[in-house]
């Protein structure tokens, strides 16, 4: 019944039948009456058009059929009775199942209602709300769909307000931000650290106010790894005055080192390769003279010079190849079971032959067997004992320690001479790398690297101990079962 009491106008309000209009007119909002337990008196036409029940189909039956199965393992028709008897009003957001089985999400709003002599009924209004939730849920979708692809884009992505701050960011970015040496700062500080004349911000900052995109901008920004080199591309989103740009930021710094290297091949086979090449054409020329003036003492002469100057480039070329073969991560090993002296011994013996004013000292026990690859451990073992040779200064020794174990073993080369600056160890084993007394001695900078990329594809590791004017000592450590070793 309504109370006309509670109106301000209560003339103005009585004798409308309001229930009748709300029962029999409304379009959208669907009714059902039914008893305290649950059980249906009536539903309205528009219940019977939106869920195609008739009351003949549904009259005198429990409220629960309208509710998907799931819903009434979980005891929600008696939670949804229990509640509206006790508040006298309850509302739910589920399912309701059509007369085809087919679900629907609705929303409903059930009230307790008492007549003049005591009777309680329960009047439920339902609306149809599953094209509202079908957009939300497809726009929810959507959004995880756009998160997910986000998550998983290796490029630093991230939306920035009219003030550069970060509206939105993916795991690339916040890895990144959180590596910076601006921490946790905001993301104008990020980009005002990426160049000194602050051309990037700047150019974010302009993408911004004037609705300017930009493409393939490079920028060399500092993190606890180091410095990374990026490509960043601006996009701007909406038209409102001062909008938001996406940014992308696609990391390039290993296209870069590749760049760096192939510059130093290049400045490497020109510097390098000219002299013994200019040696070459020059004992060429002095050869013809000396083949016109039948002068053949000095003809030979030449000949061996060119023969030097030929095995000199070779050595070069051979060396540069193994480089590049080495860093392209192609590097097999050729495994076999061999005694440990005798390659030692025979490495030895190389260098000797080459330079028997110098007395290289072996120590330690060296008759045990090993698997590994024994042409790559002469390799690395003489390139050891010559280096050490070279940079000996006037000292006339060096020497060669083994050290052993059941699992290991270790082998040093030590010698006397000029060592090599505090500042220049970390380096010692990288491509091209040569300290400034090096660069006076014959070399091209790739020996040590490849002993390091041979003693690591036997598991290995490789180190140098040195003092300037007090001599060095590299050393290698492998297992002696090599059965693992690979090129990795």
Known sequence: MVNFESMPDKKTYAGFDYFEALYKKTRENTVIIMETDGTIAAVNSSFTKCFGYEETDIVGKNTAILFTEEDREKGLPKKELDEVQRKGQSNDNNYLVNKNQEITWVSGESVLVENEKGKKIILKIVQDIHSQKTSENSIRQLNNFNENILRSIKDAVLVLDKDLNVVMENPSFKVLHSKSKVGNGNAAEFFKMSDEDQSLYNDLKNAVKNHEGFTNKQAEIDIEDGTRVFEISCTPIGNAPETSVLVVMH?????????????????????????????????????KEAANGNEIAFLKEMLDRSENNVHRMNKMITGLYEATKVHSGYFPLDLSEFNFGGMVKEAIDTIQALHPSFKIVKEGDTDFTIMADRYRLIQVITNFLSNAIKYSGDNEEVELIVTHDSTSVTVSVKDYGVGIPQHHLPHVFERFFRTEKARKIEGIGLGLYLCRRIIRSHKGRVGVKSEENKGSVFYFTIPLDGSEANQN
């Open 251 to 287: 990391d390039i710094t290993i296209y870069k080192e590749l760049e760096r290297e192939r510059e130093d091949i290049i400045g490497f086979i020109t510097h390098e390769l000219r002299n013994p090449l200019s040696n070459l054409m020059l004992s060429n020329d002095l050869m």
